[in-house]
């Protein structure tokens, strides 16, 4: 079993930055990979960066490229996502989930669990 709580979420100005973190607990991490996606309202969630856990790899939604940095602290068992040049369309709730088996996935059936998510607003 694996618990997942994000963290960070809040209240932005366009042009603003914010840092989400994910905190993962239950289980020893080795090679997972930790993914984020996002959910706005009226809107599918889709899928914004994910990471492998041991080896760093990354992968980006292609709109988030260059905005949207994931990365991961394994001694704090925590992955990061920070966002930059925040805007108002970035408004979502977003959710951190992590996938135990497979490459790096962008689908939410690729990931085993998920956290309760944390509200973004990015006001214009």
């Known amino acids: 079993q694996v618990s997942l709580v994000e963290s960070g979420g809040g209240l932005v100005q366009a042009g603003g930055s914010l840092r989400l973190s994910c905190a993962a607990s239950g289980r020893t991490f080795s090679n997972y990979a930790m993914g984020w996606f996002r959910q706005a309202p009226g809107k599918e969630r889709e899928f914004v960066a994910a990471i492998r856990w041991n080896g760093g790899n990354t992968y980006y939604a292609e709109p988030e490229k260059g905005r949207f940095t994931i990365s991961g602290d394994n001694t704090k068992k925590t992955v990061y996502l920070r966002m930059n040049s925040l805007k108002p369309e970035d408004t979502a709730v977003y959710y951190c989930?992590?996938?135990?088996?497979?490459?790096?996935?962008?689908?939410?059936?690729?990931?085993?669990?998920w956290g309760q998510g944390t509200q973004v607003t990015v006001s214009s």
């Open positions: 989930a992590v996938r135990l088996q497979g490459p790096l996935g962008r689908t939410e059936s690729d990931y085993d669990y």
